[in-house]
């Protein structure tokens, strides 16, 4: 466990050092500026709670997931109100106080996975059943991601809804009953995204990208350029050009490319490398857990953090539509950066809290390995 515990430091420190890095070379162009150091701040404030919740033992943390699963709910319905919440872009996702925002659904992406963990564990026996196990669970997070597809967020969503399905699926749900609520939400982001002009034209972008690569494909289309450019070393940090307002949000969304523009194929497939062996960590962390919740908990984290990754990196290749979800560790975003690192807190916790007595019968990789046949 030690030895997946520091692999699993190694790759976050290596991933937040490389987005600091980026973000550096970013700032160099004169329309953004101060991105280092507020995102400094972010991740101290970040490490702080990283480090305040790994000290604490996860086991507790059940006692106040009802009030923890209210409060997301409070926060997600309260951005939603003109003159509360902040309309940038379209979207009214923020709260903003003064010169610091702060984005509600990063912390209801923790929120609704330690909700979900604590209910596969309590209800455990239930969870073959279509009422208990199903229907009632995804009323729970239904409700947070309708919240945030109101906003609206799209990816973050569908995001939310499959990492809860994955965690009601290890913990035992049957995936038959999981099928008709997947397709009716599924028809539903098809219809909003059939009945929104703009998100229509990136999804036909995506499926046509020279017939809209000066317009709505032209961010994916320069992306892929700036990747190109990169070669296998990069052209050197701070010689990009592509973030000189070639590349638009290149340092949120599309940081990826710019970190592959400077620092060549080597750097995006270090960066590859370090989130798998960031969920490989994950993983071995939830498989050894003593208990249900901490298994349940542990995967829920890892996948969460991993499909972002997965999502980010598939958009900045075009393998995926434009979608705005930011890399883990390294796009700018204080809300991100701060709660991916209690993220890694809960799974340190989970890790520190191990001992070599298996008192559970998910506590094994054979287990785990039955748990993902649920799935299949």
């Known amino acids: 466990m030690k030895t997946a515990l520091t692999l699993l430091i190694f790759s976050v420190a290596s991933l937040v050092?490389?987005?600091?890095i980026t973000l550096y070379s970013a700032s160099m162009n004169p329309d953004v500026k101060n991105l280092v150091f507020k995102q400094s701040v972010?991740?101290?404030?970040?490490?702080?709670?990283?480090g305040l919740v790994a000290a604490y033992d996860y086991r507790k943390l059940p006692h106040y997931a009802p009030a923890l699963y209210f409060g997301v709910v409070l926060?997600?319905?309260?951005?939603?109100?003109?003159?509360?919440?902040?309309?940038?872009?379209?979207?009214?996702?923020?709260?903003?106080?003064?010169?610091?925002?702060?984005?509600?659904s990063e912390a209801a992406k923790?929120?609704?996975?330690?909700?979900?963990?604590?209910?596969?564990?309590?209800?455990?026996?239930?969870?073959?059943?279509?009422?208990?196990?199903?229907?009632?669970?995804?009323?729970?997070?239904?409700?947070?991601?309708?919240?945030?597809f109101r906003e609206p967020d799209y990816g973050t969503t569908l995001l939310v809804a499959a990492v809860c399905s994955i965690v009601?699926?290890?913990?035992?749900?049957?995936?038959?009953?999981?099928?008709?609520?997947?397709?009716?939400?599924?028809?539903?982001i098809v219809y909003a995204i059939a009945t929104n002009q703009n998100r229509m034209n990136r999804i036909l972008a995506w499926v046509f990208p020279d017939k809209f690569q000066d317009g709505t494909g032209y961010q994916a289309h320069e992306a892929k350029l700036a990747l190109g450019m990169g070669g296998w070393q990069g052209v050197g940090l701070g010689n990009g050009v592509q973030k000189l307002g070639r590349v638009p949000e290149?340092?949120?969304?599309?940081?990826?490319?710019?970190?592959?523009?400077?620092?060549?194929?080597?750097?995006?497939?270090?960066?590859?490398?370090?989130?798998?062996?960031?969920?490989?960590?994950?993983?071995?962390?939830?498989?050894?857990?003593?208990?249900?919740?901490?298994?349940?908990?542990?995967?829920?984290?890892?996948?969460?953090?991993?499909?972002?990754?997965?999502?980010?990196?598939?958009?900045?290749?075009?393998f995926l539509p434009n979608k705005g979800i930011a890399l883990p560790f390294?796009?700018?975003?204080?809300?991100?950066?701060?709660?991916?690192?209690v993220a890694i807190g809960i799974l340190?916790?989970?890790?520190?809290?191990?001992?070599?007595?298996?008192?559970?019968?998910?506590?094994s990789f054979d287990s785990m390995e039955s748990s993902f046949k649920r799935i299949l």
């Not at 050092?17 to 600091?20: I, P, V």
């Not at 390294?330 to 690192?341: A, H, P």
Request: proline fraction near 3%; charge should be neutral.
């Open 17 to 20: 050092s490389l987005g600091m």
């Open 42 to 50: 972010a991740f101290f404030i970040g490490l702080t709670g990283c």
């Open 75 to 104: 926060m997600l319905a309260l951005v939603l109100i003109p003159g509360v919440g902040t309309y940038t872009n379209g979207a009214r996702r923020w709260f903003v106080f003064g010169g610091l925002s702060f984005q509600p």
């Open 110 to 148: 923790i929120g609704i996975i330690l909700v979900m963990a604590h209910y596969g564990s309590n209800y455990k026996k239930y969870m073959t059943r279509f009422w208990a196990g199903t229907v009632f669970p995804m009323g729970i997070f239904g409700v947070v991601a309708l919240l945030i």
């Open 168 to 188: 009601l699926l290890l913990a035992g749900v049957r995936w038959i009953h999981l099928f008709p609520p997947i397709v009716a939400g599924f028809s539903l």
């Open 250 to 318: 290149n340092q949120t969304d599309f940081i990826f490319s710019i970190l592959g523009e400077e620092l060549g194929l080597i750097a995006t497939l270090s960066v590859i490398l370090l989130f798998m062996l960031l969920v490989f960590c994950g993983i071995y962390i939830a498989a050894k857990s003593n208990n249900d919740f901490g298994f349940l908990l542990a995967s829920g984290i890892t996948f969460m953090i991993g499909l972002q990754a997965f999502i980010n990196i598939g958009v900045v290749t075009s």
């Open 330 to 341: 390294i796009s700018y975003g204080g809300s991100n950066l701060t709660m991916m690192l």
């Open 348 to 363: 340190i916790s989970v890790g520190l809290h191990v001992d070599n007595v298996e008192s559970n019968p998910m506590n």
